[in-house]
Nanobody, 127 residues
Framework: QVQLVESGGGSVQAGGSLRLSCAGS????????MGWFRQVPGKEREVVAR????????YYADSVKGRFTISQDKTKNTLSLQMNSLEPEDSAMYYC????????????????????WGQGTQVTVSS
């Protein structure tokens, strides 16, 4: 069974940076789509960024383009999200997600598209 464990969340002032990490294990396939979602209480989960483990192609939500960078370390099965120029609106619970046996991430933007989820890590940005 795939397990995803996030780390790196915390509190930071606006304009600051945080780096989230996700350690994955139990993968059965070498190709997968991985990403980050976030959720604010009372709102739906929204995709932040995603990456194809095979091609390295990335996707970012408009709200984080130019500020966030998603990356992967295949040798360590880790996924990272570097978050710069953080804004109070970025405050949320961030989840690492994965869908196995996928060469690309094309079309995968809905939470239901991803099979595996981490437990989440809280990010709080104060103004």
């Amino acid at each position: 069974q795939v397990q995803l464990v996030e780390s790196g969340g915390g509190s930071v002032q606006a304009g600051g940076s945080l780096r989230l990490s996700c350690a994955g294990s139990g993968y059965r396939y070498s190709s997968r789509c991985m990403g980050w979602f976030r959720q604010v209480p009372g709102k739906e989960r929204e995709v932040v960024a995603r990456i194809s483990s095979r091609t390295g192609a990335t996707y970012y939500a408009d709200s984080v383009k130019g500020r966030f960078t998603i990356s992967q370390d295949k040798t360590k099965n880790t996924l990272s999200l570097q978050m710069n120029s953080l804004e109070p609106e970025d405050s949320a619970m961030y989840y690492c997600v994965a869908k196995e046996d996928r060469i690309t991430c094309t079309g995968l933007t809905d939470p239901a598209d991803f099979t595996f989820w981490g437990q989440g890590t809280q990010v709080t940005v104060s103004s």
